[in-house]
Structure formats: structure tokens, C-alpha cells
């Protein structure tokens, strides 16, 4: 099977799709479009013009990342999910929880004013929390589930990882309250599969994006020929 995977470079949920299809060890092409550029052909075959799209052999396009995610799961040995099904529900239900984590946590990069940015760092301690919880219940870490890696971890990775991103922009301070979350990030972040670009150049293309989106935080961020100088 040849895999295509459209993507924006710092699209979190293309991040997952890729880690799914490398937990797998799969080759896969990935193919880099501009958000402002779309193409035609792109446009043609993802029906919410969203990345990811994952292409099968050219000719069946799939969206939607933990769709994706599934898929490959489902398709290429060894299997992520966990065997028992209510392990397996309790995954997938933590799976659906991504989203709403996702704003929360990451709603700090998109607040306009300070004062945005200040209720948006509020909101972060309750997704932080439900988390840890989860956690507290499933094992001993470092994965979601213990010792072995899955489908859930994926989807988490690349939001930790941003949150972490954002920390380092401008102090947030808030996960070392969280030790199990703090322990799983760590553990997320030192998977090679997290990364689809060597870490510092992905972080300094982030911080890049941030900046240029004129919002609170760009300040924060010096450009990229000041920072070499
Ligand atoms: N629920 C979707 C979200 C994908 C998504 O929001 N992708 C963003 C880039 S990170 C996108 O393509 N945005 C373009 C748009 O909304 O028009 C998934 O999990 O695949």
C-alpha cells in the first residue's frame, strides 16, 4: 500500500496521523501544503479542506485524524488499541476528550491581549487535571495505559508537546502540579515517533507561526534573524 499524507508543517493533527503510521513502522510520503494556498487537487479531496488527508494508493483519500489513526491501527500489525474492551473504551473515550483538551491547553496561542491570554492560561487546570486523574486510574505510566504505547498516546503528544512550546515562550508553569501528566508528557516527547521534524527546528518553526500571527504572545518571540545574530 503506498501512503500520502497532506499536511501543514505544524498541524497538530496531521502530528498524529504521522505518529500513527510511524508507531507502524509504514513509509509514507508526506506531502506539505501552505494553509493560505490551497490546491485544487487538495480542495478536491478533503471534503472540510482540512489536513490530514491520508491517500491510499493514489486513488482513496481519508480525513479526519483519529479516523486516520484508526485506520492504520486497524490495518498495520501491531495493534495500538488495547486488546480488552473496556480498556479499549476507556481509551477511545479519553480519545474523544482530545479536542476540548486541545483548545484549553493551547488557547493561550491564539489570545489577542493580555488580558485574553490570562483567561485563556485559567482555563488550563481543569482539562490538566481531568488528565491527571485518568491517569492516576490507568497505571503507572509512562504511557497512558503503563508500559505499553497506544492509539490515545498519539493523540495526546503533539498538544503536550505545544503546551510545552508555549511554556517556553513565556512561563506558564502549571504541569509540574500534575506529576502523572508531567511524567507522561516527558515520556511522549522522548518517543522518536513524536517527531515529524528535528525538535528544535520544529520548535523554532512553532515559535515562527506564533509570531506571525500577531497575537499576545508574539512579543514574546524574537524573530528568527535577531535570534541568530
Ligand atoms: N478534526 C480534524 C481537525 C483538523 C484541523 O483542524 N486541521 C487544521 C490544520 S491544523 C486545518 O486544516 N484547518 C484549515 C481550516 O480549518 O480551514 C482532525 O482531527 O483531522
New binding site residues.
Given amino acids: 500500500m503506498k501512503y500520502q499524507l497532506i499536511s ?1 508543517k505544524t ?4 502530528q498524529r496521523a504521522a505518529i500513527a503510521l510511524r508507531e507502524k513502522n509504514a513509509t509514507f510520503d508526506f506531502t506539505h501544503i501552505e ?1 493560505n494556498n490551497r490546491p485544487d487537487w487538495f480542495l478536491a479531496i478533503s471534503p472540510h ?4 488527508v491520508l491517500r491510499l494508493d493514489d486513488t482513496i483519500s481519508l ?4 479516523a486516520i489513526a484508526e485506520y492504520v491501527d486497524e490495518t498495520i500489525a501491531p495493534r495500538l488499541a488495547p486488546e480488552d474492551p473496556v480498556q479499549r473504551a476507556i481509551n477511545r473515550a479519553w480519545t474523544d476528550y482530545i ?1 476540548t483538551f486541545a483548545s484549553q491547553v493551547t488557547g493561550a496561542a491564539y489570545a489577542k491581549t493580555e488580558e485574553d491570554y490570562t483567561a485563556a492560561i485559567a482555563k488550563i487546570d481543569e482539562p490538566f487535571g481531568r488528565l491527571e486523574g485518568a491517569l492516576e486510574k490507568q497505571g503507572s505510566g509512562p504511557y497512558f495505559n503503563g508500559a505499553r504505547y497506544a492509539l490515545v498516546d498519539a493523540g495526546y503528544a503533539p498538544f503536550l508537546q505545544r503546551y510545552l512550546y508555549l511554556d517556553g515562550i513565556r512561563k506558564i508553569g502549571k504541569l509540574k502540579k500534575y506529576p502523572r501528566l508531567q511524567a507522561w508528557a516527558n515520556a511522549l516527547i522522548a518517543r522518536p515517533s513524536t517527531h515529524s521534524f528535528p525538535p528544535a527546528e520544529f520548535e523554532q518553526m512553532y515559535r515562527e507561526q506564533i509570531r506571525g500571527r500577531g497575537v499576545h504572545l508574539s512579543q514574546f518571540i524574537e524573530a528568527r534573524a535577531a535570534a541568530a545574530e
Fill in positions: 501543514f498541524c497538530p493533527w496531521v494553509p479542506k482540512k489536513v490530514p480525513f479526519e485524524s483519529n479536542p
